[in-house]
């Protein structure tokens, strides 16, 4: 008995091992789309890219509710939609993906979460103290976010912030380990011809917009200077400069543009390979 075509083209799929990408429900993706400025604006083509790599996202990971929070459908697409964009112009879906592949865990808190740290001084004494967290992102582990921040990055596209984006690029950071401002950048980025050239020029635009923004926002915290538009977060150290900067990047594209005409092209041509700024 003979398959009907349909079935026929799933059976030759499976056999190669490539099973058809899962979809997302059009009423919630669309739902999804408007909620967020951002990914409003995206084109029509780019928005079906996205969905597609959102889809397979959620099949690979896992949602988790803290504190009795129930993650919906809804939420868990939000979440994935974003955490997708920085991928979408990096091949297909399942390859954009190995990104991150080294967690499956997404714990998702109703407000802000604090966390113990403990820190070490110069004469040697530990101390300890409590941080408020509205994300984080462990380096071979879960990430953590604040449903309230991720909702809350709907009406803040002016500010260019999404904890979503901030977190995930963390994880896109750390694929060549610890956390540090610098990615792995593809071979030949941006003209150069070896890693170490293209970390150099890396450095290059990243090392002085970071101490220029780092003294702005001391300048604005300690002399009542103008607050800078950027996340001030991102002046604590270089990783997080690189998660605000890629936050705001995907989120107010113009007004990071205008802000940091260095860093642009270099986002540009790292998160868009063959694409301007």
């Known amino acids: 008995m ?20 899962p979809e997302i429900d ?12 951002f990914l409003h604006a995206l084109p029509l083509a780019d ?24 993650v919906t459908d809804a939420m868990a697409v939000q979440i994935a939609a974003q955490a997708c964009l920085p991928l979408l112009h990096w091949g ?27 820190s070490v001084d110069e004469a040697g004494v530990v101390h300890y103290y409590d941080e408020v967290l509205l994300g984080e992102a462990m380096e071979g582990g879960p990430v ?5 921040a991720v909702d809350d990055s709907r009406h803040s596209a002016a500010e260019g912030t999404s904890v979503v984006i901030h977190e995930f690029a963390h994880k896109i950071d750390m694929r060549n380990g610890a956390a540090d401002g610098c990615p792995p950048l593809p071979p030949g980025f941006m003209g150069s011809a070896s890693t170490r050239a293209a970390r150099a020029l890396w450095h290059a635009a990243w090392e002085p917009a970071y101490a220029q923004f780092r003294e702005q926002v001391i300048i604005a915290e300690r ?44 986002l540009a041509a790292f998160f868009e390979p063959g694409r301007s700024a």
């Open 92 to 118: 297909k879906p399942r390859e954009a993906l190995a990104w991150y592949d080294d967690f499956v865990g997404i714990v998702v808190h109703p407000g802000e979460a604090v966390a113990r740290r403990e």
């Open 223 to 266: 002399f009542g200077g103008a607050a800078p538009w950027l996340d001030s977060y991102g002046a604590t150290a270089p990783p997080e400069f690189f998660a605000v900067a890629c936050e705001a990047y995907f989120v107010n594209r113009a007004q990071f543009s205008q802000e940091f005409p260095a860093l642009a092209p270099q």
């Open 2 to 21: 003979s398959l009907p075509p349909a079935l026929q083209r799933l059976w030759t799929r499976l056999r190669r091992g490539i099973a058809p990408l």
């Open 26 to 37: 059009a009423s919630l993706w669309l739902a999804t789309i408007q909620a967020y400025p």
């Open 47 to 70: 928005q079906a890219k996205l969905r597609a790599l959102a889809a397979l996202f959620l099949q690979r990971k896992q949602f988790h509710g803290a504190h009795g929070l129930v």
């Open 144 to 148: 953590m976010l604040s449903w309230q």
